[in-house]
């Protein structure tokens, strides 16, 4: 079975740029998280996300921030202007639904901001 | 808003000692998982408890939960060097907010 699929693995980008990474759940996993993981700290949930609809965004900075899921399977995380401190691997995961706490993550994209 | 902590932060111990890691909160868990993240590579579920005082072993790895649901431990027997990795617990609360802690890092020397 295919995993969770991010890319790209790696990005660099100079402060007031914009960026936007990409995820791939697996088939058929209703929810889908994106996490912040800053060096040497625990991943920080971002966006919950069941079918296309948002479940929980508290903790996504939307003034840079925005995330989408139309069509209920894959997704986008886009960050405009980054800042320095947007520097972080960026974790998407899946599990089959919302009440199902089975979460499967993907490698992650490493984004570092110049 | 719960506060999440987990301790040691870093352990770097000798092949065939034994560990434990700790993870307290504030706030009573619905449930608490345990996770083992490789450099480069995504968090990887090891186990999943949900029933106050709960115990469940993996091989040489015993995960507790507290009566109380808010502090949960995880043991390992005799490490050895491919447990080495960044173990992060994951609080999982009533409304179903997901707050992963700071996360220990464990190096095991042969």
């Known amino acids: 079975e295919a995993g969770v699929a991010q890319s790209p693995r790696y990005k660099i980008i100079e402060k007031r740029q914009s960026v936007a990474f990409w995820c791939n759940p697996i088939?058929?996993?209703?929810?889908l998280y994106w996490y912040q993981q800053i060096l040497g700290q625990g991943p920080k949930l971002l966006i919950q996300?069941?079918?296309?609809?948002?479940?929980?965004d508290s903790q996504l900075p939307k003034d840079r921030f925005s995330a989408e899921r139309l069509k209920g399977v894959d997704s986008t995380l886009k960050i405009q202007p980054a800042k320095l401190e947007d520097s972080a691997v960026y974790l998407c995961?899946?599990?089959?639904?919302?009440?199902?706490?089975?979460?499967?993550f993907g490698q992650g994209t490493r984004l570092t901001v110049v | 808003t719960q506060l999440l902590e987990q301790s040691p932060q870093f352990l770097s111990i000798q092949e065939g000692e034994n560990l434990t890691v700790y993870c307290n909160s504030s706030?009573?868990?619905?449930?608490l998982q345990w996770y083992r993240q490789e450099p480069g590579e995504g968090p990887v579920l090891l186990v999943t408890?949900?029933?106050?005082?709960e115990v469940k072993k993996l091989k040489r790895l015993t995960f507790q939960f507290g009566d109380a649901r808010k502090d949960s431990s995880l043991h390992i027997t005799a490490a050895q060097p491919g447990d080495t990795g960044l173990y992060l617990c994951?609080?999982?609360?009533?409304?179903?907010?997901?707050?992963f802690g700071s996360g220990t890092q464990l190096t095991v020397l042969p």
């Open positions: 088939s058929g996993h209703a929810t």
């Open positions: 995961a899946s599990s089959l639904a919302l009440f199902n706490t089975e979460a499967f």
């Open positions: 996300f069941q079918n296309n609809g948002v479940v929980d």
């Open positions: 994951l609080f999982i609360g009533s409304a179903r907010q997901l707050t």
């Open positions: 408890v949900v029933t106050g005082g």
């Open positions: 706030s009573v868990f619905s449930s």
